[in-house]
């Protein structure tokens, strides 16, 4: 069972997990042994998942997310399987978290009468720095 938060779980049934041999350091070990972890969750179809969480997961543009809607996620950061098995759960977790809080909404702002004075100061100032460069042929 992984927790995400008091009120939502997802059950081990759903979570498919197959381990690889990982790249990188481990010596002769990383040869015989597979340590790294793919952990596969399928976001469009998941009972577990309430269907506003869900819409917003599939919302996001991440490279993790298949066409189909399953969640993919390798972890081969640590030299052993345990390691890495807990390290694709926590990054799992993390991600149906980020979907339980719906985004603030963006609210457009003007600009300040004097941010705008000081962004056209800002650019006189740079004309005149510009302009003590050039050489001038007075006739």
């Given at each position: 069972m992984?927790a995400i938060?008091?009120?939502?779980?997802?059950?081990?049934?759903?979570l498919v997990?197959?381990f690889?041999?990982?790249?990188?350091?481990?010596?002769?070990?990383?040869?015989?042994?597979?340590?790294?972890?793919?952990?596969?969750?399928?976001?469009a179809?998941s009972?577990?998942?309430?269907?506003?969480?869900r819409?917003?997961?599939l919302a996001?543009?991440?490279?993790?997310?298949t066409?189909?809607?399953?969640?993919?996620?390798?972890a081969?950061?640590?030299?052993t399987q345990?390691?890495?098995?807990?390290?694709?759960?926590?990054?799992?977790?993390?991600?149906?978290?980020?979907?339980?809080?719906?985004?603030?909404?963006?609210?457009?702002t003007?600009?300040?009468?004097?941010?705008?004075?000081?962004?056209l100061?800002a650019?006189?100032?740079?004309s005149?720095?510009k302009?003590?460069?050039?050489?001038?042929?007075?006739?």
């Amino acid at each position: 069972m992984l927790a995400i938060d008091d009120t939502l779980s997802i059950p081990d049934d759903e979570l498919v997990e197959r381990f690889v041999r990982a790249t990188g350091p481990g010596g002769q070990n990383v040869n015989k042994v597979a340590t790294a972890v793919e952990l596969r969750f399928d976001v469009a179809n998941s009972p577990s998942l309430p269907d506003l969480v869900r819409e917003r997961l599939l919302a996001k543009r991440d490279r993790r997310l298949t066409l189909d809607g399953v969640f993919v996620i390798s972890a081969q950061r640590f030299r052993t399987q345990d390691r890495n098995r807990q390290d694709a759960r926590d990054r799992l977790a993390a991600f149906i978290a980020s979907g339980l809080r719906a985004p603030k909404p963006r609210v457009a702002t003007k600009p300040t009468r004097a941010s705008r004075q000081r962004r056209l100061d800002a650019k006189r100032g740079r004309s005149t720095i510009k302009q003590g460069r050039t050489q001038r042929e007075w006739d």
